[in-house]
């Protein structure tokens, strides 16, 4: 399991993974944290995109995501990282939430 990665938008998502033992990635603009379409979202001010922003990151990581990502293309590097943390023998869970 400590090879697999659960990717989800709520923090129920996030739960899961946890609970099954997978590295557990939030993605935070696409998803329904904030509570619109892609298409919605993307009409918003910048300063209304950032605010939901922060707070489905800060949502996401609340729930014990170790990583939180804007978007799925943003994916690549995190995978790559966590590849990189258990070929260290570093445990899930025991350090910080890293965003990207």
């Known amino acids: 399991m400590a090879a697999i990665a659960k990717i989800g ?3 129920a998502d996030i739960e899961e993974g946890l609970n099954a033992g997978t590295w557990s990635i939030g993605v935070a603009a ?3 944290m904030t509570g619109l379409s892609f298409q919605e979202f993307q009409t918003l001010s910048a300063r209304e995109r950032e605010a939901r ?3 489905a990151r ?3 990581k609340k729930a014990g995501a170790h990583y939180v ?4 293309a943003q994916l690549d590097a995190v995978l790559d990282n966590s590849e990189s943390r258990l070929k260290t023998s570093e445990k899930r869970g025991l350090s910080p939430t890293i965003s990207t």
């Open 53 to 55: 922003l922060s707070t």
């Open 9 to 11: 938008d709520t923090p």
């Open 69 to 72: 990502v804007d978007t799925l």
């Open 30 to 32: 696409t998803g329904n």
């Open 58 to 60: 800060a949502e996401l």
